[in-house]
T-cell receptor, first 108, second 117 residues
Framework: SQELEQSPQSLIVQEGKNLTINCTSS?????LYWYKQKYGEGLIFLMM?????EEKSHEKITAKLDEKKQQSSLHITASQPSHAGIYLC????????FGAGTRLTVKP | GAVVSQHPSRVICKSGTSVKIECRSL??????MFWYRQFPKKSLMLMAT?????????EQGVEKDKFLINHASLTLSTLTVTSAHPEDSSFYIC?????????????FGQGTRLTVV
């Protein structure tokens, strides 16, 4: 089955700092999704990447999928407290499985 | 956009009773829906895949008789936690994809926080 490893597990940054979250797959990805969640709430869809080398941006969040389609990174520029939450990468393959998540805390 | 509605959002029940959680796709059809469980500070764990008109596919380690799944229509899947115990307390969340649209994201319900006392 598809195994997704996320790093780091948790991250604490000062407001205004940039940060990167990584997601690595044990197999070639047919697609890669990034979601954000606050525990106890639903998931918010951020971005979907499908092609090797693809990069997408939304506001201050940029996600990339490498050429080999086995690794993705999520980069936040000039972080804000509103960015705090759990970031999950997911791989669709029939079902949708997730990495362990990265808990982001942004200190004001 | 596509919406998945999950109900109830919170439920408290006594040990030994059963609880039913509903997951509805509001404006699209979904032959397949997915049920996840989330422990505090942990990621989503896929429990089972709900298939309309057929038996659900359970992940290894998930008790079929404990977590009953019914997918009677193209817009509704239900998860029933039977004979609930305190260790079943958790956050349960469902998702579905719009089968009419290729390569779209999965849409998630808002989740159900189950507390068994």
């Amino acid at each position: 089955s598809q195994e997704l490893e996320q790093s780091p597990q948790s991250l604490i940054v000062q407001e205004g700092k940039n940060l990167t979250i990584n997601c690595t797959s044990s197999k070639t990805l047919y697609g890669l999704y990034w979601y954000k969640q606050k525990y106890g709430e639903g998931l918010i869809f951020l971005m979907m990447l499908q092609k090797g080398g693809e990069e997408k941006s939304h506001e201050k969040i940029t996600a990339k999928l490498d050429e080999k389609k086995q690794q993705s990174s999520l980069h936040i520029t000039a972080s804000q407290p509103s960015h705090a939450g759990i970031y999950l990468c997911g791989a669709p393959h029939g079902d949708m499985r997730f990495g362990a998540g990265t808990r982001l805390t942004v200190k004001p | 956009g596509a919406v998945v509605s999950q109900h109830p959002s919170r439920v408290i029940c006594k040990s030994g009773t059963s609880v039913k959680i509903e997951c509805r796709s509001l404006d699209f059809q979904a032959t397949t829906m997915f049920w996840y469980r989330q422990f505090p500070k942990k990621s989503l764990m896929l429990m089972a895949t709900s298939n309309e008109g057929s038996k659900a596919t359970y992940e290894q380690g998930v008790e079929k008789d404990k977590f009953l799944i019914n997918h009677a229509s193209l817009t509704l899947s239900t998860l029933t936690v039977t004979s609930a115990h305190p260790e079943d307390s958790s956050f349960y969340i469902c998702s579905a994809r719009d089968q009419g649209r290729a390569n779209t994201e999965a849409f998630f319900g808002q989740g159900t926080r189950l507390t068994v006392v």
